[in-house]
C-alpha cells in the first residue's frame, strides 16, 4: 500500500457496490456465507442488511459509505496485517477504516471463528 494523498484519494472514491461482490466471492470461496459476511460488516459499521442493500443500490463511495456508519467502537482492537501494512499504522482515518474491513473479511475468509473476528 502506498501511503500518499492520491492513493488514500483512489481509495475513497472507490464505490462500496464495486467492492462488495468480491468480498462476497472471497468468503463464499472459502465455504463462509453471505450472512456471516453481512454480519461482519454491522459489525464494524452499524449497518442492517436494509441499508447495505440501499447503500448498494446508491453506488456510495467508501468516503460515504464510512461517513455515514457508526464505527464500533472496539474497531481499534483490529490489528495485524493487510497487504504488507500493520492496519495499526495507517495514518489515514478512512483509509485504515476500509483496511479494517479487508482485515475482518480476511480473517472471515480463512477461517477464524466468529467470536474471535468480532473483537470486544
Same mark, same amino acid.
Given at each position: *500500500?502506498?501511503?500518499?494523498? !492520491? %492513493?488514500?484519494?483512489? &481509495?475513497? @472514491?472507490?464505490?462500496?457496490?464495486? +467492492? ?6 472471497? +468468503?463464499? /470461496? /472459502? ?6 459476511? %453481512?454480519?461482519? #460488516? !454491522?459489525?464494524?459499521?452499524?449497518? $442492517?442488511? @436494509?441499508?447495505?442493500?440501499?447503500? #448498494? =443500490?446508491? =453506488? +456510495? ?12 467502537? %472496539? ?6 496485517? &493487510? ?6 499504522? #495507517? ?13 475482518? +473479511? $480476511?480473517?472471515?475468509? /480463512?477461517?477464524?471463528? *466468529?467470536? /474471535? &473476528?468480532?473483537?470486544?
Amino acid at each position: *500500500m502506498n501511503n500518499t494523498l !492520491s %492513493h488514500d484519494q483512489r &481509495i475513497a @472514491k472507490m464505490t462500496f457496490a464495486a +467492492v462488495y461482490p468480491l468480498l462476497l466471492a472471497k +468468503v463464499e /470461496k /472459502k465455504g463462509r456465507t453471505k450472512e456471516e459476511l %453481512h454480519q461482519v #460488516i !454491522s459489525w464494524l459499521t452499524g449497518f $442492517d442488511d @436494509k441499508q447495505l442493500e440501499e447503500l #448498494i =443500490k446508491e =453506488k +456510495v463511495t467508501y468516503e460515504t459509505f464510512f461517513q455515514r456508519a457508526t464505527l464500533n467502537p %472496539h474497531a481499534g482492537l483490529i490489528t495485524g496485517v &493487510i497487504c504488507g501494512y500493520r492496519v495499526e499504522e #495507517i495514518q489515514n482515518p478512512l483509509t485504515q477504516q476500509v483496511r479494517y474491513l479487508d482485515k475482518l +473479511v $480476511d480473517e472471515l475468509a /480463512k477461517g477464524r471463528k *466468529m467470536e /474471535k &473476528i468480532l473483537r470486544g
